[in-house]
C-alpha cells in the first residue's frame, strides 16, 4: 500500500487502498506526530460520497493516540487550513489546533478519495509522508478501536465570517459573473459569502454531490469549463470555476482563461516591490513581468513546496499554473480558491482591466501540460539521464541554461522546454513555450528526441 503516500499527499481508491484498517492506522499514527505539537485536531471533508466514512476511520485512530479531535464537517480545504492559523473556544478556553487533517481526493476520479495534512501549521509532505507509510505498513497488525466522538465546530461559518468582513468593501458589488462549483465542496461556502456581501451571480453546480454528475471537478481541463463558457456567450462577463475541494481556480472573461501564472502577474502588480514564487511551469511571461516590478523565485512544483518556500522566503504570493494561488499578502500563505476570487472582484472593482493588461503581454507560444507514459520506477532515473546529456550536448543544440529545481528547464534563445517527473503518477510532465509557432516547434521536436534517448538510455 506504500504507493497510496505521495509527495504532497495521500491518496487512494476508496474501499481498496483506502478501507477501515489501513484508515485507522493513518489516523493512529499521525495522530502521534499531531501530538508533539498540541492535544488538537481539526478534521474536515469535502463532497465525497465516502468522506463521512473515511471521517469515522480517521476519528478512531486520532482518539486512539488521544488526539482531541474538532470537526468541520464538509467544507472545501482551504476552510481546514484556516483552522490552523485561528483559535476555537473549547470547554471555556481558546484553543490552536495542532494539526489538520482534510479528507478530500481533491480533483481525482469519485472513487478516489484522501487526506491533505497540516500539522504545526506546516504542510505534512515529501519524506514525513513517506516514513509515515512505512510505520502504517509495518504495523499493519495492530488493532484500533471503533471511537468516533468529536467536537463539533463551527469552521465554515468562521472562515465566512473572515472573508465577509476582509472584502465588506465589496458588499453589493456586482461583477456580472458567472461561477461553477463542478458538484464540489467549494459551493457550501462560496454560496453563504456572496449571500453576506450581496454579490449577485449567475451559479453552476453548487449542491455538493460527490458522483459530480454533471462534469469532472478539474477547471484546468477545458472540457470541464463547457457549461461555464456557455453562460460568459450568454452574457456573463467574467466566469470562475473550482476544483473538487475549492483550493484550485480557474478566471476567465468572454476573451480570455487566465492561466495562474498570468494571475500572478496581475496579482503583483497592485502589490509594492512584490516578491513572487513561481513553479518551474510557469511562463517566462510572467517571470519577466515580475522582475520588472519586484522579485521572481522559480522554485519546485507542488502545493507544499510552495508553502514552505513562500514561509522561507517571506514572499507575497506563489503560483501554479494549474490555479493554485497562495497569498501570504494580507492572507495566510496557503493556497485558497474562494479568497483567491474575492482578490479578483476586488481588483475588478477597483477598475483593472484583465482583458486590456492580458493584450499588452509580450505574445508567446506555449503547450498545455502534455504527460509521458513511464513508469514510477523508471521515471527519475529518465531525467537523471536527460540532464547528462543535455550537459553534453549543451553547445550543439545551442542551449542557453539549464534549471534543474524540479526535473530539468532547459532554455534557448527562442524559448525552453520542461521535463520533470511527477511525484503523483508514472509520468513525466512537459510544457513548451516558444517566440514563435516555428520555434515551439523546433523546441518541442528536440526535447522530445531527447526524452526518447534517455527512455532507451535506462531501457
Known sequence: MQHIFREYDIRGIFGEELDEKSVKLIGYFLGKKIKEHGDYAVVTYDARTHSPKLSDWLVSGLNAAEVIVLHGGMVPTPVNYFCNFNSFSVGGKDVVPAGGIQ?????NPPEYNGFKITIGKEPFFGEDIYSLGKEVESNSSLAVPTETDVIKIDALGRYVEYL????????????KMAIDCGNGAAGVAVEPLLQRLG????????EPDGTFPNHHPD?????????LKKMLQNGAEYGFAFDGDGDR?????????????????????????????????????MYDGINDIGKAIMYKTGHSNLKVKLKETKADLAAEVSGHIF????????????YTMMRILEMLQNGFDFDAEYEKLPKLYSTDEIKVETTDEKKFAIIEALKSMLNE???ELGIKDIVTIDGVRVIFDDGW???????????????????????????????????????????
Not at 454579490?199 to 453548487?206: C, E, M, V
Not at 494571475?263 to 509594492?272: D, E, R
Open 199 to 206: 454579490i449577485p451571480a449567475q451559479k453552476l453546480y453548487f
Open 164 to 175: 465577509a468582513k476582509e472584502f465588506s468593501h465589496l458588499k453589493g458589488y456586482d461583477p
Open 219 to 227: 477547471p484546468s481541463e477545458e472540457e470541464n469549463l463547457e457549461d
Open 327 to 338: 497569498f501570504n499578502d494580507r492572507y495566510f500563505g496557503y493556497d485558497d480558491a474562494i
Open 103 to 107: 479528507i478530500t481526493g481533491s480533483h
Open 393 to 395: 550536448k549543451r553547445d
Open 249 to 285: 481556480i480557474a478566471f476567465l472573461s468572454q476573451k480570455f482563461n487566465f492561466k495562474g501564472d498570468i494571475l500572478a502577474l496581475f496579482f503583483a502588480k497592485t502589490m509594492k516591490n512584490p516578491t513572487v514564487i513561481g513553479e518551474v511551469k510557469c511562463s517566462q511571461i
Open 417 to 459: 522546454g520542461l521535463v520533470r517527473a511527477s511525484n503523483t503518477t508514472p509520468v513525466l510532465v512537459t510544457r513548451f513555450e516558444a517566440k514563435s509557432e516555428e520555434s515551439l516547434e523546433r523546441v518541442q521536436k528536440v526535447m522530445n528526441e531527447l526524452i526518447e534517448e534517455a527512455k532507451k538510455a535506462v531501457g
